[in-house]
């Protein structure tokens, strides 16, 4: 049976993340008894407990659930918004139901995009990992192929493209991301049961509490340390996601604000982010900070935007490529910023134009093309 630390205090009381039926009402009346709390009508839903949203959840993914009440649940808890507690419960319950093993690293960084991926620009995404890599960083992307609301371009439709296996189960790309540097591993692997809701999922159109939580999943752990980045969009989220993460069992936390809530930063703008080492203070808003880079106050746009004559995964591939064999450019911009923000939030000392010399280094003596390249074998 898994625990997971309590987020209140911080301190590690352990909780059952796996519930059983025993002494418990029924699962039918317990998801009548939610779906009746939370969709009352225009701002009268009741908020449910930890407990109720943990095992609603946890049903769902049992298919114990009726699929009309799965999709009333997940919107209406929506429309109510989530509270704290509702996003803890759910995400406790897709903890239970997710493979997770620790690798023979001792730090693993889990890099969370989005899983419904991009459509207006060029993603440089799927090729941080391989930076990384060479700067000696392990880290792991986990998605899928396809999921709405976007069904955008993601890493794993970029992989696929280049040639890359994204269908390792979790050990065997545990043992790729130990061997070469980094890995990804799909959701069908490590949490099918949430895999298996993707359909339904489709069919409710918009985003759900799911669109948030999966992000947080954690498939592969080092042996000292885990540590998330993760992009966001609305101001609401960073306060969430940190909270989560800590509970989940992340130890270093860096959020930034993306393009398309993505992992790399609008080239035009100041750099906006949260970092937090080790402990979840009370007041996540108020550790957020404002960096000028080198691009802000000169690049002409936020991203490379996206093509629409051309297939939009082979226009991330190609540009990607060309990037990691040193060519220059708007797209390369974008994956320096990403990447030398991510060192410096690992390395204080590291100052963000020596983190962008690192980058570009290992980008011109293709050392980070070397690291994609060991993925084919």
């Not at 759900?208 to 954690?218: D, G, N, Q, V, W």
């Not at 609401?236 to 809530?261: C, M, N, Q, S, W």
Request: charged share 20%; proline share 4%; net charge neutral.
């Amino acid at each position: 049976m898994a625990s997971l630390p309590a987020l209140s205090t911080n301190k590690l009381l352990l909780i059952d993340v796996n519930p059983t039926k025993e002494n418990d009402p029924s699962i039918d009346h317990i998801v009548r008894s939610a779906i009746q709390d939370i969709a009352v009508g225009p701002d009268r839903g009741r908020d449910i407990s930890r407990d109720a949203a943990q095992k609603v959840m946890h049903a769902v993914l049992k298919k114990q659930v009726d699929e009309v009440q799965v999709g009333i649940f997940l919107i209406a808890l929506r429309m109510k918004r989530e509270t704290l507690n509702e996003f803890t419960g759910l995400y406790s319950a897709l903890l239970s139901e997710t493979e997770s093993i620790v690798s023979n690293v001792q730090t693993v960084v889990s890099l969370a995009d989005p899983f419904d991926g991009y459509l207006r620009n060029v993603t440089m995404t799927p090729f941080i990992p391989a930076v990384l890599a060479a700067n000696g960083l392990h880290s792991v992307i986990h998605g899928v192929n396809s999921v709405g609301p976007k069904h955008g371009v993601t890493a794993n439709k970029v992989y696929k493209l280049a040639g890359i296996d994204t269908g390792l189960s979790v050990e065997r790309a545990a043992k790729k991301m130990e061997s070469v540097g980094f890995c990804y591993v799909d959701q069908s692997l490590y949490s099918p049961s949430l895999y298996a809701l993707q359909d339904l999922r489709h069919r409710i159109v918009k985003r759900s509490a799911l669109t948030t939580l999966e992000r947080l999943l954690i498939p592969i752990r080092g042996q000292s340390h885990t540590r998330l980045v993760l992009g966001y969009v609305h101001k609401a989220y960073p306060d969430i996601y940190t909270r989560l993460a800590f509970e989940g069992g992340f130890d270093h936390v860096l959020l930034l604000k993306g393009v398309e809530g993505g992992l790399a930063p609008a080239l035009n703008k100041p750099l906006r982010r949260f970092v937090f080492d080790g402990v979840c203070p009370e007041d996540v808003d108020s550790n957020k900070s404002v960096l000028d880079t080198p691009f802000s106050g000169s690049a002409s746009c936020a991203a490379l935007p996206m093509q629409q004559d051309q297939d939009m995964v082979e226009q991330c591939l190609e540009r990607g490529l060309e990037v990691l064999k040193g060519h220059s450019g708007v797209a390369r911009d974008s994956l320096s910023l990403a990447c030398a923000q991510i060192l410096t939030a690992y390395d204080i000392q590291l100052s963000f134009n020596q983190a962008l010399e690192k980058v570009n280094a290992c980008l011109d003596n293709g050392a980070a093309l070397e690291r994609f390249q060991a993925q084919l074998q």
